[in-house]
Structures are given as C-alpha cells and as structure tokens.
C-alpha cells in the first residue's frame, strides 16, 4: 500500500458497534483462515489486530506515514498462544489425560512449549498465554481428558464456564 494511511468502517463482533477508523497498516497475519491487519490506531494512539472480514468502506487516504520499528509491534504475532497477544505473558500448565496425551504430545501449540510425560501416561503441557478467551475455548474442546493446573486465574475462568454448560444440560 505504499506506506498510505487507510480509512475504514470496523464492526467489534462483541456488540455488533460499528466505528470509523484510520491505521497505518504495518503487517498482515493469517490466521485461522482468516486475514488480521495489525495496523497503529491514529485515534487510539495504539496498535490493533483488525479482521479484514469486518471492515467496510476502505479508502487508501493519500496521506503516507513512517513506518514503526517492527520491535515496537512483533510482539502482537508471536510471544503467546493464540490471536490475543500482549508484550506480557503467563505460563499456563494443561494436564491432559493418558488417553489424549498421545494425541497432544504430537500437536505444536506453541514454539516455547514444554512438555512433561507424567508416571501414568498422561502428559503435561506448558505454553506462553497473554489473554485467556481463546485458550479457555482451546481447553474446553478436550472436555475432561484435561485439566487447567496452573494459573489459577484460568483455572477459575474454565470452572465458571462449566458450572454455566452444567446449568443448560441439567435436566
């Protein structure tokens, strides 16, 4: 785009809003089949991940800007498991069943994960986390052939999210 500011509509997913943006587009990331813009948000004064899918309205402004130094904006593609990222990560701790160990231990989830092979087959995985919305969804998909070990924090957010599954399905 040579270096050109662009205007857009942007839909949030969470509330259907929609808001006028202009970005200065620095890098585009595929991910999950989807296309995400990282781009400085002039109004907010701050970098955004923006799904192209929900942008309407594009207009390459005729006003071009300098680019940043990618240090000041890498850390929102890599540094932690998942699309949410943050310049600040936690170690999170999954203890998966004997039975799913054997899947997951062939599986990359990250490039700074650990893995630890437990006594009874089962299988301990730690890997960099920045926001918890993906991951709990990521954890509740193995049902209970997994357990959040560690941060509690989590821990708590996959129980909340249980105890509230367990009141739909009660009969």
Same mark, same amino acid.
């Given at each position: 785009?040579?270096?050109? /500011?662009?205007?857009?509509?942007? #839909? ?5 809003? =929609?808001? $006028?943006?202009?970005?200065?587009? *620095?890098? +585009? ?6 296309? /995400?813009?990282?781009?400085?948000? #002039? ?5 955004? =991940?923006? $799904?192209?899918?929900?942008?309407? *309205?594009? +207009? ?96 708590q957010e996959v129980r909340k999210e249980i105890d509230k599954m367990a009141k739909k399905y009660k009969q």
């Open positions: 785009m040579k270096r050109h /500011v662009i205007g857009f509509t942007y #839909r949030f997913p969470s509330t259907g809003q =929609k808001t $006028y943006c202009l970005a200065e587009p *620095h890098h +585009l990331q595929h991910y999950m089949a989807s296309w /995400v813009l990282i781009a400085w948000c #002039r109004l907010r004064k701050d970098w955004r =991940k923006l $799904y192209l899918a929900r942008m309407t *309205h594009v +207009l390459v402004e005729p006003e071009t800007f300098d680019p940043k130094p990618v240090d000041q904006w890498k850390h929102l593609l890599e540094g932690a498991f998942g699309i949410f990222q943050a310049k600040e990560t936690i170690t999170a701790v999954l203890k998966f069943t004997p039975f799913l160990a054997r899947w997951i231990k062939e599986q990359l989830w990250h490039p700074h994960q650990t893995m630890t092979h437990l006594d009874d087959g089962g299988l301990e995985l730690s890997l960099p986390v920045a926001d918890f919305r993906e991951n709990k969804l990521k954890i509740l998909q193995f049902g209970a052939d997994v357990e959040v070990i560690s941060p509690e924090e989590l821990r």
